[in-house]
């Protein structure tokens, strides 16, 4: 009679939906974010007003994570096994879309993201598979002028770049997730980080590692550039597309927050 009583008290503990067991669950964004560097335009260390039309960014594998203890992006290693959320497919973005008042672009949402706070990240930047990019994980596409010059360009880079990022750092706290109420997390790209910027110190690090503009603007012609990775290969010397090539994988952020590159 026992052994009867503990079967149908363990067979109803089996049949107990597997929902019912977890924790709450609210909706979480995933947002990327060129900032005003973007959406505004800015001056390049080297004097050139510059101007965005699109920044294209072809984003896969774009994952949330609970972690504990926090990733630390210089030393650590992102625990996987933590709670992790993600989107599926690849999603192609123009960070250039929308002004300076508008939010950052909502890549997509997990409806049913358990609560907490997702304090770290993961994303791939990866050639984009079809459509007017296609083959290509970063398109900058603008306008720069200085001394009475205008130079159109265009730099398509086809290499891939894996992120591990750690946890939002900026004006506002991202990635707390509460019962009842939407969260975000935010993917940021720096692309001061390729052209320096004026209003920063020259002796300062964001600008004595950035390339700056010069370097494009001198394989312009007739007031055109349009050059992929291979181009820039073969016409920048060999120290300024070092440079370049050692700058590009660092534009991944989490506001100001940092990531591992791999």
């Known amino acids: ?33 060129g900032e005003d560097f973007i959406r505004q335009g800015f001056v390049s260390k080297d004097g050139w007003s510059l101007q965005f039309d699109h920044v294209i960014v072809a984003l896969s ?30 999603h192609v973005i ?9 939010v950052p672009l909502l ?24 459509g007017e990019y296609a083959g290509y994980a970063l398109v900058i596409d603008g306008t720069a002028a200085r001394d009475g010059q205008t130079i159109d360009f265009m730099i398509r880079i086809d290499t891939i770049s894996t992120y591990d990022c750690g946890a939002y750092i900026g ?39 950035a390339p700056g503009f010069d370097m494009f603007a001198a394989l312009a012609s007739n007031g055109a550039l349009d050059v992929s990775l291979a181009d820039l290969e073969a016409g920048l010397s060999a120290a300024d597309y070092q440079l370049l090539v050692e700058i590009l994988p660092t534009l991944g952020h989490t506001g100001e927050g940092h990531c591992h590159e791999y």
Request: cysteine-free; glycine content about 8%.
């Open 1 to 33: 009679m026992l052994k009867a009583v503990l079967f149908v008290l363990l067979s109803a503990l089996v049949l107990i939906p597997v929902s019912a067991q977890e924790s709450p669950v609210s909706p979480l964004d995933f947002r990327a974010n």
């Open 61 to 90: 594998h774009i994952r949330a994570f609970q972690t504990n203890p926090p990733f630390d992006p210089f030393s650590g290693e992102l625990t996987r096994s933590a709670v992790m959320v993600g989107l599926p497919g690849q």
């Open 94 to 102: 123009d960070l250039a879309e929308g002004d300076e008042t508008a």
């Open 107 to 130: 890549i997509g949402t997990v409806s049913d993201a358990p609560i907490g706070y997702y304090n770290a990240v993961s994303f791939e930047l990866s050639p984009a598979l079809d």
């Open 171 to 209: 004006d506002e706290r991202k990635g707390i997730l509460q019962e009842g109420a939407p969260g975000e997390v935010e993917l940021t790209f720096h692309l001061d980080h390729v052209f320096g910027d004026a209003g920063t110190p020259l002796e300062d690090s964001l600008n004595t590692l």
